[in-house]
């Protein structure tokens, strides 16, 4: 199957650093999602980008699709920002039989 | 629109017990698929279904079983619980438009089998 691989897998800042995640996938996907994962464990959508460039306030996500890698960039971090986030992929041409996530990036945000 | 909805959100079973987790999406999506979560690691699927009627396995099928009568409602059903089954259990659903298959998940239910 496919594999997904993030980077890095911890990563502890301070509060207004910025921050580049990045995540390899190891096939064509014609879905790929970030997900925020919250101290409460809740999953968030934060991008559905399987090419392309998307910003939403803070946080920006770019796909390569042709090289097989997606990066989240997080600027100005707050400690809301803290928690796990997952990319999430999904094989092209096999319709929506489910995503297949990486192992994530743990993210803490010190005050 | 209530999204997709997860009952109960946490539960205790003893070893041999039995459950369903009820999951239930307001979206008319189609899809619907079923996720565990062990500690420290990503989401795995555990079940999917394309449609009412239609189910197939994920990666890790081993002592679940589903159904889906319904567009709604996609229930997993967990027979005689094991303490490798002690997970965070997610449900989620897309629909396919045009190459589109955002998913979306519910709040998941936290399992622990004694």
């Known amino acids: 199957g496919i594999q997904v691989e993030q980077s890095p897998p911890d990563l502890i800042l301070q509060e207004g650093a910025n921050s580049t995640l990045r995540c390899n996938f190891s096939d064509s996907v014609n879905n790929l999602q970030w997900f925020h994962q919250n101290p409460w464990g809740q999953l968030i959508n934060l991008f559905y980008?399987?090419?392309g460039t998307k910003q939403n306030g803070r946080l920006s996500a770019t796909t390569v699709a042709t090289e097989r890698y997606s990066l989240l960039y997080i600027s100005s971090s707050q400690t809301t920002d803290s928690g796990v986030y997952f990319c999430?992929?999904?094989?092209?041409?096999?319709?929506?039989?489910?995503?297949?996530f990486g192992k994530g990036t743990h993210l803490i945000i010190q005050p | 629109n209530a999204g997709v909805t997860q009952t109960p959100k946490f539960r205790i079973l003893k070893i041999g017990q039995s459950m369903t987790l009820q999951c239930t999406q307001d979206m008319n999506h189609n899809y619907m698929y079923w996720y565990r979560q062990d500690p420290g690691m990503g989401l795995k699927l555990i079940y999917y279904?394309?449609?009412?009627?239609?189910?197939d396995k994920g990666e890790v099928p081993n002592g679940y079983n589903v159904s889906r009568s319904t567009t709604e409602d996609f229930p997993l059903r967990l027979e005689l619980a094991a303490p490798s089954q002690t997970s965070v259990y997610f449900c989620?659903?897309?629909?396919?438009?045009?190459?589109?298959?955002?998913?979306?998940f519910g709040q998941g239910t936290r399992l622990t089998v004694v």
């Open positions: 999430a992929v999904e094989l092209a041409g096999g319709g929506a039989d489910g995503l297949t």
């Open positions: 279904s394309v449609g009412a009627g239609i189910t």
């Open positions: 980008i399987p090419s």
């Open positions: 989620a659903s897309s629909i396919l438009d045009r190459d589109r298959t955002e998913a979306f």
